[in-house]
């Protein structure tokens, strides 16, 4: 069902551009906050410690106002707050409610709390979730109540670096929660649909998207693709409660199915609801289960007519994974008997599953007509690269499938028969012992995107070096046969699974035509 109406308990967004304007008149946005607050207090916020903001916040200025109620979610003299928005306004639509001060006097506080956001291009967004939820506000991250609602965190932002951002006509946020992932859509979807099995977090995201001064969402309440009927999308992203634990007690993060069957459900049921070419793009737990390896447990998960690439980024064994999140639900601060009964639990559920460990990582989906008309295979890439990538990534991961489809269109032949050049930033790292003649080996390494690195021989080395695009590769070959004395023949026989290599993995980019013969 279509969500518009207000949500009982949640502010209106009515008038949210009244507030928008005075928050930005005040230069209540990321920039603003981290020149009122200097780097360490900013910092210290994140990490949920809010002295250093309250002692950088003690003036009275507008700005100061609006950290202390909406960050700190500390009430304030009515007065004040009257001075940094329209406070009338704000408390009839439910932004802020009186509160009585200290010998009765007029204060206000928050009812919700508004964190500002930077946008990809600078824009000045703010997301609004339950007080004490968003990560490295106020209240940090303790317990929780089932259906409450959290803002950015460490997940929503690695998924929206991830997602390919390509101009579309339609896209999906499945689970929104605060509509983070739907603000970003939202700047490239012609058409947006989100939806979240709890009705609280769709209230959140018409606030998040009205206060952004973002154009309105198809907001939908219902569990994964249920509330779509049959309608498909150039993009589907999703941030699911992907926690694998004994029960569901909390809406944000548990997705009450057994082990991992909610990603898996998520990730098979989205390939019928994407149109050809869309992606689907998910962050996902799954099991690492005795007997059986991870990859072909996700490589199952994989649905029929799609390209998938599968990155696990963290591995952790049970024990880890349940202190994780017994500590995100603020278990560790009960009763020390009933933190281990639940501990128990979830290792007992874990053991019934033959589950060692648990990985974290993305999933990406690309539908192909080629692939669902059994043209071509699919490719299916599953892999683990926990090092460290630079974000955003959206551009990489369009041109990884974009890699494939040329690869696999192309024989030995009409490979050497193209043209490449060396991707940007790429650089050569020779390894050996000092002053011997030549290196032990030689690796190619990246700078930027997935920041991989390889290792090739001096032929390879060679190659990528004079790849500029103005000869072919079976050319470039045969002038490396004659500096070296090797025969062409076998250069250009045993070569191009080293040029598939380095073309898959970015470090060589096909120039869209025949170089020189």
């Known amino acids: 069902m279509s969500t518009t109406s207000q949500t009982p308990g949640l502010p209106t967004s009515a008038r949210a551009g009244l507030l928008r304007d005075a ?52 009430p304030v003299p009515a007065e004040r707050a009257a001075a940094a928005l329209p406070l009338e306004d704000a408390l009839a639509d439910g932004w802020l409610v009186r509160t009585p ?15 500002p956001y930077g946008g990809p ?32 965190g460490g997940a929503s932002t690695t998924l929206a670096g991830i997602t390919v951002r390509t101009p579309v006509a339609s896209a999906l946020d499945v689970g929104t929660g605060s509509g983070i992932q739907a603000l970003h859509a939202a700047q490239h979807a012609t058409r947006l649909t989100a ?5 609280r977090a769709l209230g959140f995201t018409r606030l998040t998207l009205a206060l952004s001064g973002v154009h309105e969402a198809t907001l939908l309440e219902g569990s994964l693709f249920e509330p779509v009927d049959g309608d498909t999308y150039d993009l589907i992203v999703s941030n699911p409660p992907f926690v694998i634990s004994p029960g569901a ?11 991992d069957d909610l990603c898996r459900t998520l990730v098979q ?41 599968i990155v696990q980024r963290e591995v952790q064994d049970i024990t880890q994974y349940a202190e994780l999140w017994l500590r995100d639900s603020g278990d560790h601060r009960e009763d020390p008997e009933a933190y281990a009964g639940r501990y128990e639990g979830w290792l007992d559920e874990f053991e019934a599953r ?11 989906l690309r539908r192909s007509a080629a692939v669902e008309s059994g043209a071509v295979e699919p490719s299916i890439v599953i892999e683990e690269w926990p090092h460290a990538v630079e974000q955003p990534l959206g551009d990489v991961v369009r041109a990884h499938f974009e890699r494939q489809d040329y690869l696999r269109a192309r024989d030995d032949a009409a490979l050497l ?76 026989d045993r070569t191009p699974q080293a040029i598939r290599l380095l073309v898959e993995e970015g470090f060589l980019e096909p120039t869209g035509g025949a170089g020189a013969s």
């Open 121 to 152: 291009e600078g824009q000045d967004w703010f997301i609004v979730s339950d007080l004490g939820c968003a990560v490295g506000g106020a209240g940090g991250i303790g317990k929780k109540d089932e259906g409450v609602v959290l803002g950015v």
């Open 417 to 492: 028969a193209d043209s490449f050049r060396l991707a940007p930033e790429i650089v050569q790292e020779q390894v050996g012992l000092p002053g011997a003649e030549d290196p032990e080996h030689v690796v190619l390494r990246q700078n930027r995107g997935m920041r991989r690195a390889t290792r090739v021989d001096h032929v390879a080395a060679g190659f990528a070096g004079v790849c500029d695009g103005t000869l072919s590769a079976g050319r470039i070959l045969d002038a490396i046969g004659q500096l070296t004395g090797e025969d062409p023949v076998l250069l250009r």
């Open 101 to 115: 001060g200290p010998d009765g006097a007029d204060e206000v506080a928050a009812a919700v709390d508004v964190r």
């Open 195 to 199: 939806t979240d099995l709890n009705p």
């Open 269 to 309: 049921q989205a390939g019928a609801r994407l149109n050809d070419g869309g992606f689907a793009q998910f962050l996902a737990n799954w099991q690492h289960v005795d007997g059986e390896q991870w990859q072909d447990r996700l490589r199952s998960w994989v649905p029929r007519g799609c390209d998938a690439w």
């Open 354 to 364: 033959g589950t060692k460990a648990v990985g974290f990582g993305w999933i990406t």
């Open 23 to 74: 928050l930005l008149a005040a230069d209540f946005t990321a920039d603003g906050l981290l020149e009122l607050l200097g780097a360490p207090a900013y910092a210290a916020l994140a990490r949920s410690e809010t002295v250093p903001a309250l002692r950088a916040t003690r003036g009275d200025s507008p700005l100061e106002t609006l950290v202390r109620l909406f960050l700190l979610q500390k």
């Open 249 to 259: 007690r909390l809406t944000y993060r548990d997705g009450g199915m057994g082990g």
